[in-house]
């Protein structure tokens, strides 16, 4: 399980940063990889409302949006945005962030793609400001709102705290730490005691890729899918993504990457080989080798096929986890 935090405070020793930080020791404790993102040390543009990403579902801004936000916001399992209020919202760096996020919002609403890990991808959102007032939080809860679904996660929660002001004073509430602790072991339920499968390829470009997809969209619930490749290509091959958006799946965003990366997650319980049978893993984990080809060269009819072959196999290996 892959927990994404968003650090939106501009201040070094932020009351932003102790409480996120908080939020992933906790969510370590779960078994959770953790990644924060300190937003304001990254080079975001605001959007310029070019809709680029409506017609063609990419936005043209060169940033780091592309190569490193997309990503992680499809990788995650959950999106933890944090940041203090700033005039009833939250920081301008982390609302570019969030404009942003319309190329994902584009992807499904307007081309109609879903992301195969949208049903299980979960948002929480932390905030705290200086004063009382009860509607100090109706802005920035409104935003994660939206924002939330724009990157395919259900709003899970928040912890807002008022009378929040100077370096310091979150770490001296006296209650954030019991309210973090409950707050993770509620929202890491549904991602504890899944089965975690290895799909191995040899550049986890195409065939891992598309049982991945499969395996996350059929039993995303039941399953916690991980996949790499020996030796990992640049890019996900663009008829697999083709293929797949045939049939409304968004592969947008996926990144390839080794098997050493891919168990950082955890050990896997289950290994499906697909090309690469000589991998070295752990000892304990179950292996299926699938003799699926190598669709590397091969035209979009080839790829077809594979995806279809795919599809039926990720079902079936679904069906007898069952049983
Ligand atoms: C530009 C700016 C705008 C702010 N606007 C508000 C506000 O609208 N309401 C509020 O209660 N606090 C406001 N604050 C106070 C911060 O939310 C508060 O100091 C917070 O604890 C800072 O968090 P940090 O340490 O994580 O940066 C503002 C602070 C700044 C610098």
């Not at 994404?4 to 779960?30: D, H, I, V």
């Not at 598309?210 to 996350?216: G, L, T, V």
């Not at 080798?289 to 060269?297: M, V």
Request: net charge neutral; glycine share 8%; hydrophobic share 40%.
């Amino acid at each position: 399980m892959f927990v994404l935090g968003l650090q939106g405070s501009p201040r070094k020793k932020s009351n932003t940063e102790f409480l996120l930080s908080l939020f992933m020791t906790e969510a370590q404790k779960y078994g959770a990889q953790t990644h924060i993102v300190d937003v304001c040390r990254k080079h975001i543009e605001p959007c310029k409302e070019f809709t680029t990403c409506e017609r063609k579902g990419f936005c043209p801004i060169k940033d780091d949006m592309g190569p490193e936000i997309y990503p992680l916001l499809r990788k995650a399992d959950v999106v933890v945005p944090a940041s203090p209020v700033f005039f009833y919202n939250v920081t301008a760096q982390l609302k570019a962030l969030i404009d942003r996020s319309q190329t994902l919002w584009a992807r499904n609403y307007r081309l109609k793609l879903t992301d195969p890990n949208r049903r299980m991808r979960r948002g929480f959102m932390l905030c705290q400001g200086a004063t009382k007032g009860k509607n100090l939080f109706l802005g920035v809860d409104l935003t994660a709102k939206y924002f939330f679904d724009a990157v395919g996660a259900q709003y899970s929660g928040s912890l807002y705290y008022w009378q929040i002001e100077h370096r310091g004073d979150m770490a001296r509430h006296p209650g954030v730490r019991d309210d973090v602790a409950a707050a993770v072991g509620e929202l890491l339920k549904p991602y504890t005691g899944r089965k975690k499968i290895l799909f191995a390829s040899r550049r986890n470009a195409a065939r891992g890729q598309i049982a991945a997809a499969f395996a996350q969209l059929m039993g995303g619930d039941k399953i916690e899918v991980m996949c790499g490749g020996k030796d990992p290509a640049d890019k996900v091959d663009p008829l697999v993504e083709d293929v797949m958006a045939e049939k409304g799946i968004d592969m947008g965003f996926r990144i390839p990457a080794s098997i050493e990366a891919a168990v950082e997650a955890g050990c896997p319980d289950m290994i499906v080989t697909m090309g690469c049978d000589d991998i070295e893993t752990t000892p304990d984990a179950a292996r299926i080798a699938w003799d699926l080809p190598d669709p590397e060269g091969e035209d979009i009819d080839s790829i077809r096929i594979l995806r279809d072959e795919t599809e039926k196999r990720v079902s079936e290996l679904i069906d007898q986890l069952d049983t």
